[in-house]
């Protein structure tokens, strides 16, 4: 019944930018975040939201280049992603309201069926 659901994902050249959405159903949560998963490679943490302060965090290989945030209306998290690399390649997966450690995926009980980033160079 819980449901998130990404999309905005596609190809495009390194340097461009992509916005990715994740559209949260059957319930509320405090915080939000997103994973990504490159081909033959670990899911790797990228960015987390607390929907209540608008405090936000990211992996240092985005810094500066990715900007995460909320509507909390319509219970929707973005990733601005710009700047991109081709090593930003991989399914790109939100979550919500981790047990413990953000950037642990086993801390998370509630995953999007990942929309795919492809970045050429």
């Known amino acids: 019944q819980v449901h998130l659901v990404e999309s905005g994902g596609g190809l495009v050249q390194a340097g461009g930018s992509l916005r990715l959405s994740c559209a949260a159903s059957g319930r509320t949560f405090n915080s939000m975040g997103w994973f990504r998963q490159a081909p033959g490679k670990e899911r790797e943490w990228v960015a987390a939201?607390?929907?209540?302060?608008?405090?936000?965090d990211y992996t240092d290989s985005v810094k500066g280049r990715f900007a995460i945030s909320a509507d909390n209306a319509s219970n929707t998290v973005y990733l601005q992603m710009n700047s991109l690399k081709p090593e930003d390649t991989a399914v790109y997966s939100c979550?919500?309201?981790?047990?413990?450690?953000?950037?642990?995926?086993?801390?998370?009980?509630?995953w999007g069926q990942g929309t795919q980033v492809t970045v050429s160079s």
């Open positions: 939201i607390r929907r209540a302060t608008g405090y936000t």
């Open positions: 979550v919500g309201d981790p047990w413990h450690g953000v950037g642990l995926p086993d801390a998370y009980d509630y």
